[in-house]
């Protein structure tokens, strides 16, 4: 078993330990071995939850969780990572994006359909995939019949609409007249296509330059309040009735057989099945992550802007609490939706969000700073690290990075170094050290090449002056 996240998602029985999770965290995010174990468990009750008897399954909720930590020490990465590893919906909010009803601005029900979107990109994408062969056969045959007109089979129905609907939304769409039943096509005909598919298939023909009809999705001329938000989009209601506006493009087979490949997986799915899995999948294994939920925290006896957050909140806590909400794909439950709030609470503090809020978040854990024992491992350690990044990215301009121990422990220091002497921003931090110390080897890579040495003094050589210079490198880094 290579990927344990592939055996999970195609095999629904098969749920995953809390350890089997942790492990899978563990080679993205290092440290915080409280917050796994919480999503991890948080997760495993959800498979668990799937396996009790239906009465009462409805009533097992997701007990959400507060991550409370600086910035940089890998809140949003956790939960992120543990909607990938299981194929769920996810989103990420902030908490400061969002209004009181009745102030301009997004309102909060706006992140349940932003689930509900992501579901549906997803589902739509997993269909795809799954009628990707049988696509591509067809389109492969749109092709030759574009480069062998003469082997096309007789013409097809046209839409009986299209001729009175196309000069009222501005299509050219002409009224074709009816075909009479093709004949079986000749060996000869036969012989041709055969060996043109057997052409395209090899990619003789991928540099070709032909020119196509591309269907357009119809416009509808009006504008009608708020169907963003829920009732639906009159482009897909009505569908098949509009007619369909074509505009021809000169392309390349290759790019030819893409486009037509999409097209044609587009006809092959079935979207309002997509919209209702899409719908059920959110709402069962749907995450949604608020960030900075500490800054819309306010004080209490407070009044000016306090008083807007406590708005934000009193908005939240129906979503968060389980309500129905309206889209543009259908009716979403929230009820059974897991929400993972986070905040650095440096000023504020997790009992300044209004009671009601602060029980619909039981579980709570603090992520810890990061030291830089931990920035040398994140430079070195995880599948994503950020060493093996560079040396990758400059890999391809032929240009070879060697990073010696000691240069990882220095560039350890320095950022560790560079934190406490201003903001704290945790692993971000690595990013900036890194990025100005190669500096100059990703500007001369094209035209150098060639093997650099990252050593110890190499590391202090290009950084030193800076870390040293308080203000210096509170500008810099």
């Given at each position: ?161 299209a001729a009175t609907l196309g000069s009222i939304f501005g299509n050219n769409a002409q009224p ?159 009820d059974h939706v897991l929400f993972i709030a986070a905040g650095a609470f440096h000023v504020s ?129």
């Amino acid at each position: 078993m290579n990927d344990t996240a592939t055996l999970h998602r195609s095999d629904p029985q098969t749920g995953l330990t809390p350890r089997q999770i942790v492990a899978e965290l563990d080679k993205y995010i290092v440290g915080q071995a409280k917050a796994k174990r919480a999503v991890a468990v948080a997760l495993r009750n959800r498979y668990r939850r799937g396996k009790v008897r239906a009465d009462l399954r409805e009533e097992i909720t997701p007990k959400n969780i507060l991550m409370i930590g600086p910035t940089g020490v890998g809140k949003t990465e956790i939960a992120r990572r543990l909607a990938t590893l299981v194929g769920a919906p996810f989103v990420k909010v902030e908490a400061t994006k969002y209004t009181e009803v009745g102030y301009v601005g997004r309102d909060v029900e706006s992140m349940v359909r932003d689930l509900v979107e992501q579901a549906v990109r997803m589902l739509a994408d997993e269909r795809r995939e799954e009628v990707k062969e049988l696509a591509d056969r067809h389109a492969v045959e749109r092709i030759i019949d574009v480069l062998y007109p003469e082997t096309r089979a007789a013409g097809q129905g046209t839409n009986p609409f299209a001729a009175t609907l196309g000069s009222i939304f501005g299509n050219n769409a002409q009224p074709q007249q009816p075909v009479s039943p093709a004949s079986p096509p000749s060996s000869e005909t036969q012989s041709v296509r055969e060996q043109a598919r057997a052409e395209i298939e090899r990619g003789f023909y991928d540099v070709r330059l032909i020119e196509i009809e591309v269907e357009e999705t119809p416009s509808m001329p009006i504008g009608v309040m708020g169907f963003d938000q829920g009732g639906g989009d009159l482009g897909e209601m009505l569908g098949g009735i509009l007619p369909k506006k074509k505009s021809k493009k000169r392309v390349t087979v290759a790019e030819a057989r893409r486009i037509f490949t999409q097209e044609e997986a587009g006809k092959l799915i079935d979207m309002d099945a997509v919209k209702r899995e899409a719908i059920r999948r959110a709402g069962e294994d749907g995450i949604i992550f608020i960030d900075e939920i500490d800054k819309v925290a306010g004080r209490q006896g407070a009044g000016g802007p306090d008083v807007s957050r406590e708005g934000v909140q009193r908005d939240i806590l129906p979503i968060v609490e389980g309500s129905t909400v309206t889209t543009k794909h259908g009716t979403i439950k929230t009820d059974h939706v897991l929400f993972i709030a986070a905040g650095a609470f440096h000023v504020s503090k997790p009992s300044d969000l209004i009671p009601e809020l602060q029980g619909r978040f039981p579980i709570r854990v603090e992520l810890d700073s990061l030291t830089a024992e931990d920035f040398k491992t994140i430079l070195t350690q995880p599948k994503n690290a950020l060493v093996e990044q560079y040396k990758s990215l400059l890999a391809t301009e032929n240009v070879t990075l060697d990073f010696r121990d000691d240069a990882i422990d220095q560039l350890a220091r320095f950022a560790m170094q560079v934190n406490e002497t201003s903001e704290n921003i945790g692993a971000r931090r690595l990013h900036t050290v890194l990025e100005k110390l190669l500096e100059d080897v990703s500007y001369r890579a094209p035209e150098e090449g060639g093997t650099i040495v990252v050593d110890a003094a190499y590391v202090r050589e290009r950084l030193a002056d800076i870390v040293e210079n308080a203000d210096l490198s509170s500008y810099i880094l």
